[in-house]
């Protein structure tokens, strides 16, 4: 007979905690992201969908689902901002390389979720 042990759920956030770098001028900065909620980061549109963290008796993870957009300047005053989306999916705290965001001025990592 064959026992199974319910896996404890994962804690699903409100928001999540996480860390951009400007790849031109070296800047990094943390900041908070509401679930739902667009929040700028340089041109960057960043849209949390999700955010889990592992439970205490697990090995710490923090699993955050997101959208991005990018807003570049416009080459003429006159012309409206391109929307260029960058990604969708999952990103890991204990592995930011696996499923990284590709741009060529930013980079953003999963940190934490907000409680």
Known sequence: MASFVAATPAFAAPGAVLRGLDKISG????????IGR???FGTLEI???SCQKAPPEEPPEVS?????VDHPVPRRKDE???EKPVMSG???ASSPSLNALEHPTYDV???DCRS
């Open 64 to 68: 955050v689902y997101l959208e991005v």
């Open 90 to 92: 999952w990103i890991f």
């Open 38 to 40: 667009p929040v700028r």
């Open 109 to 111: 990592w999963a940190i």
């Open 80 to 82: 409206p901002s391109p």
């Open 47 to 49: 849209t949390v969908r």
């Open 27 to 34: 800047q990094a900065r943390d900041f908070t992201a509401p």
